[in-house]
Each structure stands twice: as C-alpha cells, then as structure tokens.
C-alpha cells in the first residue's frame, strides 16, 4: 500500500468532487439543451 500524507490524500479528494461537478454540471447543460431544442421543434416544426 502507498502511503500518502493526509495534505495528499485530502487534494486527491478534493480534485476528485471538483472533477464530479464538472461532469454533473455538464449533462444538466446538455439535458437543457436538449429539452430546449425538443420544445422548439414542438413549436416550429418546419423552422428547425
């Protein structure tokens, strides 16, 4: 086993939440973007 310091392991930690938020963040952006564009071709279908 390697050992780490605790400094260490609690930036592994915190690149590790960062790195989840960043990609949760990511598909709400592309879940709104997605439902935006379903609406739009709801509304103008012949436009899109």
């Known amino acids: 086993m390697i050992l ?3 400094k ?3 930036w ?3 690149l590790v939440l960062l790195a989840i ?4 963040w990511g598909f709400v952006l ?3 973007r997605l439902s ?3 609406q739009l071709q ?6 899109l």
């Open 42 to 47: 709801k509304k103008y279908p012949n436009r």
């Open 21 to 24: 938020v960043i990609i949760s």
């Open 30 to 32: 592309y879940a709104a």
């Open 4 to 6: 780490l310091s605790k």
């Open 12 to 14: 592994i930690c915190s």
């Open 8 to 10: 260490t392991v609690e």
């Open 36 to 38: 935006a564009l379903w």
